[in-house]
């Protein structure tokens, strides 16, 4: 069975730092294009990061979280991070990871470019 689950989110408090993780099972994520999305209540989902198939030499940011949040990924774990710093109110939100199988060093950030989500965990940056 394919699985792609999130997890490692919470409560944390502003200027605070989570990871979360983006753990495959059933399927190798090697091939994969990945991408880390957020979607607040009330809003649009809209994309925070991705990293390209294979070794991930390719990274995109959000002018949001860029130089904030951190994307990566441990093939042999199956699993891909994001490293959040610095974390503000407004980063709160249910936080989702898309993926896309792709032959290219590249990713984007754009929703619909990815096929299968995981069902998403809470982040809530508040004091």
């Known amino acids: 069975q394919l699985q792609l689950v999130e997890s490692g989110g919470g409560l944390v408090q502003p200027g605070g730092s989570l990871t979360v993780s983006c753990a495959a099972s059933?399927?190798?994520?090697?091939?994969?294009?990945v991408g880390w999305f957020r979607q607040a209540p009330g809003k649009e989902r809209e994309a925070i990061s991705c990293?390209?198939?294979?070794?991930?030499?390719?990274?995109n940011y959000a002018d949001s979280v860029k130089g904030r949040f951190t994307i990566s990924r441990d093939n042999a774990k199956n699993t891909v991070y994001l490293r959040m710093t610095t974390m503000k109110p407004e980063d709160t939100g249910v936080y989702y990871c898309g993926i896309t199988i792709s032959r290219l060093h590249m990713c984007r950030l754009m929703k619909n470019w990815y096929d299968y989500w995981g069902q998403g965990i809470q982040v809530t940056v508040s004091s």
């Open positions: 059933g399927f190798t994520l090697y091939d994969y294009a």
């Open positions: 990293i390209s198939a294979f070794t991930g030499e390719a990274t």
